[in-house]
């Protein structure tokens, strides 16, 4: 099991690296082109030249890599070209709204994905033909689009919800709660949609095993076989979903954000990526990078409990 | 996996089915618009393309005319059919030219991805070795990368540049053509016409030419449809955003514009999101359809819920009308099945039968063979006689008395007689244990499902059990997961759990077909101990006629859903009367005599 772990995590680092690495070159690739962004189109060739040196740009691409790796390790991302911040401080204020909003929404579907999926394939019939539809609609239509429609519906016709904003849990639960409901209903459909029908292939898939049969020779109850040794056997695929519905989530979550003006990395990393403010968007990088690993990491170790085979 | 907002693009495709002739291929086209949401879809994109390349032409005005006098102007006002942004310039028209921007971007993010994907794919599926491997490992990280976070930071570096950012989603999504490809490919790869056009002497160019591109055409054009939706779904995101080229209309940029305008001109949002959201879905829904026209195993064959209750009514009123006089059976017959009618849907609506009638007695102390060839429809008699036939089968008549009582009459005395008083050893050992479980647990558990035992006295009985059934060190391989014991143990394993519950009669599924030839025997001789010592009555389902010989008492011959034979297995191999029987036999000694 420690070994099963290890090779996991190397494997996490090794990912991190290479897309950090790929990132980092293709940011800083133009150290002339990254000076002239932060003087503007006024500034003289010699101060470029000087912006290029004052910020380090003019030492060879590894050597800039490894400084930011070794500010990784030590919390120091740098500071924001536009603003002056530094990057892990604009961060923390920021990352947490993308996360909860993920989080919650990955949660329920999570929950309401497998009680879909698994009804579908179980009892099959009316309730199987009525999700089949709804749900390649659900996985169809962009977040943004139903984020835009749910704006336009609950917000500005009947203002049920705040159209936009952001309440912190901490200072109000209530208002936290009413500024992400429709952020989450908008993610939730497709990431539903999506997830249950994989699911439901999940569970179909094991249903239609030998030892299924066998079980059920043996005198099991159907019920308990369903929720004992099948439910069980399709955890393993189930799990692969969600961490790949994750990643998509992030991406939802980063578009969505801009609908309901939620301060999130989506936000940031839009108006990071309009100012060329090279060291906020690596910043962005970096955690977008670790989340996603973090997640498959889970989904690995959540894998290997419960399927025996994937211990190795 | 690539940041498409909300866009499964089925990563996890099973293995493609075997192409259809070429025959069928040619006519898939009109296969396609014979169906009426496979017309409508196309006919829809074909449309949406039409205006995107003939916008210069039909779009009342350009791109950024603007008109101050209907600036915000309502939908269906004039000249402005679906009315004007917050700078008076004409919707329909922005639409029709930004449909240029999306085709654009449709065919950047197929032409990168198909090349990437499919040619990787190709390559590794046809050579594995090194390159598959890394080749699968690059994959997987491009699949956890968020893609439109990708895309922002490009932005960074390249400002607006919807060829570089397609062209980098491209690549971002080429995975799951990888993963598709190289799936069918290695399955392709061993078929025996690979290996035959190999012997002939084709280049590996030819090969991959001629049999494997065509092998995986179908599910790339399937893949296609459904990484068209994504580029589109992608390129509108990154233009929503506000990343798109200020001077140059796309229908994100519409969306945006609309979107921060929605509190003037509310239904200019609509027109837009519409367009997106249609045009995505008359994709994925293509899609869909091609994957039922081309994979035509893909739609199950089924009945509809109504003509199955009708179906089955109709054995069961057949039932009681001849059960006021089935013959009796004899008294020692335990199993007595009668005129076993079984059928399953033929994909038209209509039922093909393939069991006309079985009767069978199976008498306790008795081993009942039950032989015949692949298809003859001995599996689904055994499969009957425990009520777990596939889910789609039906039962069309007759009846499966245990000890004169129908078993088919109701749903509980099934259960009551399932694993209880009739028990089943299947024919695959390893694929019939629970990979997630220890053997002791599946077995504990299933024992306990059916008998009134606490734990700690259920695994006295199973380690018991287990030594009995020949197994060494029960205590250590009551621990042990199903991946990591034998074929010969598992079917050991799978024995044990038959007998634990004590039943009266077991039905084995040719139980010693996957072994080797030296685990056979041993298993053949336990099952013919285990129903001395019990008194058991057995069902030994087989094809195998030296097995026949081995263990049975008494022989069924199967052929064609009929039984035409049965007797004494000494009279019936001394002078079998049925022309099948003696040839069944003839050939079977042929072969016997081949193989010494």
Request: charged content about 15%.
């Amino acid at each position: 099991m420690f070994w099963f772990v290890l090779k996991k995590v190397v494997r996490a680092v090794a990912v991190m690296l290479l897309v950090t690495f790929a990132t980092f070159t293709l940011m800083y690739g133009n150290g002339q082109g990254i000076a002239r962004e932060v003087l503007g189109i006024q500034a003289t060739p010699a101060a470029i030249q000087a912006e290029v040196v004052r910020l380090g740009l003019n030492q060879p691409l590894i050597v800039q890599y490894g400084k930011w790796l070794h500010g990784v390790v030590t919390g120091n991302l740098g500071s924001s070209f536009s603003t002056g911040q530094a990057v892990t401080s604009i961060l923390s204020s920021r990352v947490p709204v993308t996360l909860t909003l993920v989080i919650v929404t990955l949660v329920l579907t999570a929950v309401l994905s497998v009680l879909i999926g698994v009804a579908a394939a179980v009892y099959g019939g009316w309730i199987d033909r009525v999700i089949q539809p709804l749900s390649v609609l659900g996985a169809a239509i962009p977040a943004f689009i139903i984020a835009i429609g749910l704006v336009f519906a609950f917000a500005i016709r009947f203002r049920f919800f705040p159209a936009t904003g952001y309440v912190s849990p901490s200072l109000s639960v209530s208002g936290w709660l009413s500024s992400i409901t429709l952020p989450v209903l908008a993610l939730l459909v497709g990431s539903i949609a999506a997830a249950a029908a994989q699911f439901r292939g999940a569970v179909l898939d094991t249903l239609s095993k030998d030892y299924v049969r066998t079980l059920r020779a043996r005198g099991i109850p159907e019920s308990r076989v369903i929720f004992r040794h099948v439910l069980r056997n399709a955890a393993g695929p189930g799990l692969t979903v969600l961490s790949l519905q994750t990643i998509a989530l992030i991406g939802g979550a980063v578009i969505i954000e801009q609908v309901f003006a939620l301060p999130g990395i989506g936000d940031l990393s839009n108006t990071a990526a309009q100012a060329g403010d090279v060291p906020v968007v690596m910043g962005l990088v970096l955690v977008t990078a670790v989340i996603v690993q973090v997640v498959n990491l889970l989904g690995d170790l959540a894998n290997a409990a419960v399927n025996p085979k994937a211990r190795t | 996996m690539t940041g498409a907002p909300g866009l499964d693009l089925d990563v996890d495709l099973p293995a493609p089915e075997p192409e259809p002739q070429p025959a069928a291929r040619r006519s898939v086209l009109r296969r396609l618009l014979a169906n009426p949401q496979g017309a409508c879809c196309l006919a829809f994109l074909l449309f949406v393309v039409f205006i995107g390349l003939a916008s210069p032409w039909l779009a009342p005005v350009g791109p950024n005319v603007t008109n101050l006098s209907a600036v915000n102007a309502p939908p269906f006002s004039p000249h402005h059919l679906l009315g004007a942004d917050g700078s008076g310039r004409d919707i329909l028209s922005r639409l029709m030219w930004g449909t240029r921007e999306t085709l654009l971007a449709c065919v950047i993010v197929l032409v990168v991805s198909v090349v990437l994907g499919v040619t990787s794919g190709l390559i590794a599926g046809y050579y594995r070795g090194k390159f598959e491997a890394s080749a699968s490992w690059v994959s997987d990280v491009i699949m956890s990368l968020p893609g439109i976070v990708l895309l922002i930071a490009l932005y960074a570096r390249t400002g607006p540049n919807i060829v570089a950012a397609m062209a980098v989603f491209g690549l971002i999504i080429a995975p799951t053509y990888f993963r598709l490809v190289r799936s069918t490919v290695v399955s392709v790869r061993n078929e025996l016409y690979v290996d035959a056009a190999k012997v002939v002497g084709l280049s590996d160019f030819r090969i991959v030419g001629r049999h494997v591109l065509t092998a995986v055409r179908g599910p790339v054009i399937i893949q296609s449809s459904f990484v068209i939706a994504a580029g589109i779904a992608i390129e509108a995101g990154v233009d929503f955003l506000g990343l798109g080229n200020p001077a140059q209309p796309s229908w994100g940029s519409v969306l945006q514009q609309s979107f921060n305008n929605i509190y003037n001109n509310g239904a200019s949002v609509v027109w837009p999101a519409l367009l997106i959201s249609l045009t995505i879905l008359a994709l994925v829904l293509l899609g869909n359809v091609l994957r039922d026209l081309l994979q035509s195993s893909a739609h199950g064959k089924t009945l509809s819920p109504r003509r199955r209750r009708e179906l089955s009514q109709q054995a069961r009123q057949h039932a009681a009308s001849t059960a006021n006089a089935p013959p009796a059976p004899p008294k020692d017959v335990v199993l007595s099945i009668r005129g076993l009618r079984i059928g399953y849907p033929d994909g038209n609506g209509g039922v093909r039968e393939v069991v006309h009638g079985a009767d069978l007695d199976v008498r306790r102390g008795q081993v009942h063979g039950l032989v015949g060839e692949s298809g003859s429809g001995k599996s689904q008699i055994a499969f009957s006689a425990l009520g777990i036939l596939p889910k789609e089968a039906l039962i069309l008549g007759g009846s499966i008395l245990l000890d004169g009582k129908d078993l088919l009459a109701s749903p509980k005395l099934m259960e009551e007689a399932r694993g209880r008083r009739i028990a089943y050893v299947p024919q695959e050992p390893m694929s019939n244990l629970d990979p997630s479980f220890t053997i002791g647990a599946q077995l504990t558990y299933g024992l306990r499902a059916v008998k009134n035992m606490t734990k700690q006295e259920a695994e006295q009985k199973l380690l018991g059990l287990l030594a009995r059934v020949g197994i060494n060190n029960p205590e250590r391989v009551f621990r042990l997961y199903p991946h990591q014991i034998s074929g010969g143990m598992a079917q050991r394993v799978l024995i044990c759990g038959a007998v634990a519950a004590d039943p009266d009669v077991i039905v084995a599924d040719e139980p010693t077909t996957a072994l080797d030839v030296t685990v056979q025997a041993e298993v053949l001789e336990l099952l013919r101990e285990l129903d001395d010592e019990r008194g058991l009555a057995m069902i030994l389902v087989t094809h195998n006629l030296g097995v026949v010989a081995d263990i049975c008492d008494y022989v069924s011959v199967m052929k064609d859903g009929l039984i035409v034979e049965r007797g004494d297995v000494d009279s019936l191999f001394e002078s079998p009367a049925q022309a099948y029987t003696q040839e069944l036999l003839s050939s079977s000694r042929r072969v016997e005599l081949t193989e010494v």
